[in-house]
């Protein structure tokens, strides 16, 4: 069965940095797309950030840009979100998600994953 378990969450004051992972069983990670999502009280759920299989590609929210780095270790079975430069509206619950794709390009969309990490909480405040 496909597990994605993340970690890394906690609460840090606005400008700080906080390094997320997304370790995966039951499944070769290499041949999956792996995005991040968010999501915050009263909020839709909202497409961070995505990596491609195969080194084809990523994405980046534009609200994001510039402060959030995704990368990946397939050997290690791991997926990393590094966020810096945090600020009160990045704040809310964390999950990563896996979808089957060899050689497409990852999308920031729900629909398209088939498997969920659990979340983690992610508090921006002073």
């Known amino acids: 069965q496909l597990q994605l378990v993340e970690h890394g969450g906690g609460a840090v004051q606005p400008g700080g940095s906080l390094r997320l992972s997304c370790v995966v069983s039951?499944?070769?990670?290499?041949?999956?797309?792996i995005g991040w999502f968010r999501q915050a009280p009263g909020k839709e759920r909202e497409g961070v950030s995505c990596?491609?299989?195969?080194?084809?590609?990523?994405w980046y929210a534009g609200s994001v840009k510039g402060r959030f780095n995704i990368s990946r270790d397939d050997a290690k079975n791991t997926v990393w979100l590094q966020m810096n430069g945090l600020r009160v509206e990045d704040a809310g619950v964390y999950r990563c998600?896996?979808?089957?794709?060899?050689?497409?390009?990852?999308?920031?969309?729900?629909?398209?994953?088939?498997?969920w990490g659990q979340g983690v909480a992610v508090a921006v405040s002073i």
């Open positions: 039951g499944f070769r990670l290499e041949y999956y797309n």
């Open positions: 998600a896996a979808e089957h794709a060899p050689w497409s390009h990852c999308l920031p969309a729900p629909p398209v994953y088939e498997a």
């Open positions: 990596v491609s299989s195969r080194g084809t590609g990523s």
